[in-house]
């Protein structure tokens, strides 16, 4: 299976990254395995709903719209976009400006999906 370069994925490594957190440290803070978190860093999965919220409850500081969107949230409860270059690897991702962004939930998964704004 073709492991897959999800920005979502990337920004959560950043994130952990700026938390020294690994893996096998993270899957235990979360009581989740670390075949999970492996899989979602390693891009072989896409994070899930259920990941994500498990993150938000049990990381005050955990930014959601950053980490699921690419905005960050502002004290007025909005959201901006962040720069496009990711902390991991160098990598440029690309820019979410004059964009929709679209989530649709499945179950215990979610896909995010960005379109031009129709006009």
């Known amino acids: 299976m073709p492991v ?3 920005p979502e994925n990337q920004r959560l490594v950043a994130w952990m990254q700026s ?3 690994n893996a096998s440290h993270l899957a235990e803070r979360l009581g989740t395995s670390r075949a999970t978190i492996s899989h979602v860093v390693n891009g072989r999965n896409k994070l899930s709903l259920n990941l994500v919220q498990s993150l938000a409850e049990n ?16 004290s007025s409860g909005t959201s901006t976009s962040k720069d ?6 160098g990598r440029t991702l690309p820019s979410t400006q004059n964009l929709e ?3 649709i939930v499945q179950g215990d998964h979610f896909e995010i999906k960005t379109r031009k704004p129709i006009p």
Request: net charge negative.
């Open 101 to 103: 962004t679209l989530i």
């Open 19 to 21: 938390k020294q957190l």
């Open 4 to 6: 897959e370069h999800h």
């Open 59 to 74: 990381f005050p500081d955990f930014d959601l719209s950053y980490i699921v969107l690419g905005r960050a949230a502002t």
């Open 84 to 89: 496009p270059i990711s902390p991991v690897q």
